[in-house]
């Protein structure tokens, strides 16, 4: 009987579930388990797309003193051969470069400031890397608003501005603190009340002239008058935006004869020549 039992244990041990060790090889160990090292995600950035045409903001006089206004510009379609398109990039090289094309308009950017890189969407913020020539007097005025405003209305974006300068993060920039991505202000306290977007400066145009452009006026009410190159008013109306006392569109149309003309649109003046005077936009224009 204890010889039954021997064999037949020694039958199951034969019959076990595991690879049976092949002639001449030792098993192998199992190796341990290796820590897990997590890597960070790169910054997600991207090429920021353009808005239906760039926008560069420049800068003019007021009777309130210097306020923010725009220049619409057309948007190229790409760039040169293996070179992404860099539509805001476009807008804040014509902005440091000084060359609004009205010449009521100015920059406050000092010269020799340049755009060193495409700008860039960062972490959720718009990334604007400039080259200085050295140290940068200070303040000012609205340049930094300029930048936030013409990078924001090129891209269609509300997104806060990141500056850097040199490719680092820099504390302060033309004396104001840069330190975190920037804003715009309230355009009510540093934009003109009264923009003419279309038409521009020195456009030739067909009769009637379709004016439009947005505006923050009293009541809603704009004035209008065309002026011949002698100075003399030839025409002159009224319009309305779609909503008063915050920026808002208007539209209208001035049947005039061929020839050169400066159309004026400005705030009506509810104060009756008490306080400042009006905002006003202008544009010389040529009507074939």
Not at 89 to 99: F, S, T, Y
């Amino acid at each position: 009987m204890a010889a039954l039992l021997t064999a037949a244990l020694v039958g199951l041990a034969g019959c076990g579930g595991g690879t049976p060790a092949q002639p001449g090889r030792s098993a192998q160990p199992t190796p341990a388990a290796q820590p897990t090292t997590t890597v960070p995600d790169p910054p997600a950035t991207a090429r920021l797309p353009a808005a239906a045409g760039s926008v560069v903001w420049f800068v003019g006089p007021t009777p309130a003193g210097d306020r923010l206004y725009r220049e619409r510009r057309a948007t190229t379609d790409g760039g040169p051969d293996g070179v992404a398109p860099d539509p805001a990039g476009d807008a804040v090289r014509e902005l440091l470069a000084g060359r609004p094309e009205d010449p009521d308009h100015h920059s406050d950017w000092p010269p020799g400031v340049t755009l060193r890189a495409p700008v860039t969407l960062v972490d959720g913020a718009v990334t604007v890397d400039l080259a200085t020539p050295g140290p940068l007097p200070g303040p000012a005025g609205l340049a930094l608003q300029q930048l936030v405003r013409t990078v924001q209305d090129t891209t269609g974006s509300t997104r806060p501005v990141r500056v850097l300068v040199d490719g680092r993060p820099a504390s302060t920039l033309l004396g104001q603190d840069v330190s975190r991505p920037l804003t715009a202000d309230d355009p009510l306290r540093v934009v003109a009340l009264v923009q003419l977007d279309d038409p521009a400066e020195g456009a030739v145009v067909g009769s009637p002239v379709v004016v439009s452009g947005e505006a923050a006026v009293f009541e809603a009410t704009l004035l209008w008058e065309v002026r011949d190159t002698a100075g003399r008013t030839v025409r002159s109306g009224s319009a309305t935006t779609s909503e008063g006392q915050t920026f808002a569109p208007y539209r209208f149309a001035v049947p005039l004869d061929p020839g050169t003309y400066e159309l004026v649109v400005s705030e009506d003046d509810p104060r009756g020549g008490e306080g400042r005077g009006p905002m006003t936009d202008s544009a010389r224009i040529t009507v074939r």
